[in-house]
């Protein structure tokens, strides 16, 4: 497999379109339902582009970086023998048979377009639908990350569920922090090296283990005072949600 | 100021009594409620210790390191000069004018006993009752870190809040998606890189910015399946609330 398809422009299809070019896959074209932004990959992966789903050039491998909601329809419309998906949620068979060989490189990382991110060390959970296809996908795989796992379509699921919560909701908490430090105008890098040092620590020892606050210490008064003085409603719910899941599963 | 006694002997009391001991400055005496945790943190210091709170040995500084909810009771019973707390919530008020001298410093940090931590990447929030004893606590911040902020109570109130976000609650985000991958009987090491990457990326982003995942990108058929295969009722209310706050805020 050396010429690659590329279905989508958005996050990852960068990442992952700049990678493999990096590491000798030729990217043939780029596919998306914005033309410009097509055009713009495309001019980064030195490739042919269209917004035209029936204009698909003929490739070694086609892999779809779409989100998940618009999988199924694109599908219907793809004629092809080599294909995977990149998704974490979507089982094996929305493939549904239609095609020989297909299966799924999901990387387990979040990706934005404006940040660099080192391929190598990002996770890739790799499934197919049968041995020869599955060797080939790792093959790939292994040429830009140091770290293959062969995951099913259940055990991917899990792992994208729980990325959810690690990634996008810890990276919300992020978001919340820096809403109430913008009110009384401090400045976010007075919490940048406690934000480090919170995602060090699960290096080592289950976040269970080392969870620390007022909840935890079950300090009362504390946590009533800090929802006395969040005005936002929506915050006030997520710190009491949280706070008393905390004392739950202590 | 270079004799200091230490009232508590949790994460915060161990890791501030041992930077103070290796800048310099002698330890008098701990004094813990749970006498075998005063003497195994008085070991550590080299200091005399105590249960007993009439039996404290006057000293240049007194360091109040016990959870918020137990300061105001123990002011009641201490007669000193110098004094000041660690909580992030408490008002410099509670010292009530009982004593000449009275502030706070509050490291903004996690700690844990058995985690080792930097602390001069901590930052220090500094506030005082007068401009004299401001400067002298300021003197002794600098000596165990090179983030020293001068912060009012109530700015350091709103701090605090943000940190219980951004590290207590993100933690929280980390100890369900461990949860979830022991389900499967996954390693939770695979969620390492992608833990690490989000709390660089606010480094140089803000938060919001950089988001990702289903609730951004309104991908509401994976949200159904992620809602779907959470056992556990806490998780999905918590699923749901931040889900929906993240479209709120976009």
């Known amino acids: 497999m050396k010429s690659i398809t590329l279905i989508g422009s958005g996050n990852l299809a960068t990442h992952l379109g700049l990678t493999l070019k990096k590491q000798g896959f030729i990217i043939t074209q780029v596919f998306s339902r914005k033309k410009n932004n097509a055009l713009q990959?495309?001019?980064?992966l030195n490739s042919e582009y269209t917004d035209n789903i029936n204009h698909l050039i003929s490739s070694d491998l086609m892999i779809i970086c779409i989100k998940d909601d618009a999988i199924k329809s694109i599908l219907t419309k793809i004629k092809t023998e080599n294909?995977?998906?990149t998704s974490g949620t979507l089982n094996i068979n929305i493939f549904q048979k239609k095609f020989k060989n297909y299966g799924i490189i999901y990387p387990l990382q979040t990706f934005n377009k404006n940040?660099?991110?080192n391929f190598s060390d990002v996770p890739i959970c790799v499934e197919a639908n049968n041995v020869e296809f599955q060797k080939k996908l790792i093959k790939l795989s292994n040429k830009i990350s140091n770290k293959v796992y062969e995951i099913n379509s259940s055990q991917r699921k899990k792992i994208h569920l729980a990325a959810v919560f690690a990634c996008n909701f810890s990276n919300h908490m992020y978001a919340i922090a820096e809403e109430i430090l913008k009110e009384?105008?401090?400045d976010k890098s007075i919490l940048l090296?406690?934000?480090?040092e919170t995602a060090k620590k699960v290096e080592k020892k289950n976040a269970k283990e080392v969870q620390t606050g007022p909840a935890i210490r079950k300090d009362t008064e504390t946590i009533k005072e800090h929802l006395n003085s969040l005005n936002n409603l929506s915050y006030k719910k997520i710190y009491k949600?949280?706070?008393s899941n905390i004392l739950q599963n202590e």
């Not at 990959?41 to 980064?44: C, P, R, S, Y």
């Not at 090296?193 to 480090?196: N, S």
């Open 41 to 44: 990959l495309a001019k980064k």
């Open 83 to 85: 294909i995977i998906h």
């Open 115 to 117: 940040i660099k991110t």
């Open 184 to 186: 009384e105008n401090i």
């Open 193 to 196: 090296p406690l934000i480090k």
């Open 241 to 243: 949600l949280i706070s």
